[in-house]
């Protein structure tokens, strides 16, 4: 193997996958194995998080040997192990920071702290080298948000959700019309044959930052399905996916385009799993095809967590010297602003 060349280990357990790749020099996969749990919560309508620690500790030693066998390497071929240290479900984090510290001591490799979003922002540098300022918009289970870029490895939180996430709206709306965890994929496909005919709300759109607010509108999609219910009408699942995303997208690529604007921006990435949404992809193409600014969006397996985004991430942040100590804890709640404050050690 050539001297120079970088391998990063990457481990995310921050939700309900269990996820593990190698990546080398920051942006080429080797490796990436995504365990995932779904199967396991379904029945219960969203992720449990007893369940997904049981599942991440079942799990996580096969997947690092399934890695390793796909990389065709030993633990001597890397150099720097990058672990998810939050924010996510407590429990989950922990057996995945565990695992990364157990590693880092048993082998003697640095250890790199990764921010959860930071590595789905980095997903998309599998792609391409970035281009500052650089926007991302987040759209995922538990975030959205618009964060600027000036710099690798530093990020402004620009706007972000009052309440509820994109990705959460769309479990709960799909969970009112019967549909199973997680629902985000099955309205983006009823929503291809549907049509906006319900006209839901779009809040915020005329407010001057770039704040989201999601809960209005899932509170009038549910009253919407109720009344209809009441009055004898039939409800069409099709049209009120239709609408509902509609409404999503139009708040989304609005307020994303103003921040482009705004911040004159070179690239937009999308990241986190709702940029996996054909509704939302095709309009922040119509929308920016004209314009002097790099849409990028990655493939599918890159938008969902996964550990590859983790090691792209984590390649940067080992490069600028970052190095977490053997206190590394679990952090559910960590914000990115603060993660990109850390200081060098
Ligand atoms: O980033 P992610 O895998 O996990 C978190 O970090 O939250 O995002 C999962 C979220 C779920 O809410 C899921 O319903 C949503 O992404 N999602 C989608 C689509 N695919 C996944 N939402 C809308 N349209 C999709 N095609
Ligand atoms: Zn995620």
Known sequence: MEKNNQMILAIETSCDETAMAIIKNGQEVVANVVA???????RFGGVVPEIASRHHIEQITVVLEETLKKA??????????????????VGALLIGVTAAKSLAFAYQKPLIGVHHIAGHIYANRLLKEFQFPLLSLVVSGGHTELILMREHGKFEVIGETRDDAAGEAYDKVAKSIGLTYPG?????????????TYHFPRALMDDESYDFSFSGLKTAVINTIHNTKQKGEEVSNENIAASFQASVVD???????????????KQ???????AANQGLRAKLEDTFKQEDVEVMIPPIQYCTDNAAMIGAAASIAFEQGHRASFDLNANPSLSLERYAKRSVK
């Open 251 to 265: 708040v989304l690529v609005s307020k994303t385009y103003r921040a482009v604007k705004e911040h004159d921006v």
């Open 72 to 89: 065709n390497m030993t633990m001597d071929d890397i150099d720097a192990i990058g672990v998810t240290e939050g924010p996510g479900l």
């Open 184 to 196: 985000g994929p099955q309205i983006d496909k009823l929503a291809q044959v549907g049509e906006d």
């Open 268 to 274: 937009l990435i999308v990241a986190g799993g709702v």
């Open 36 to 42: 995932s749990q779904i199967e396991s919560h379904k």
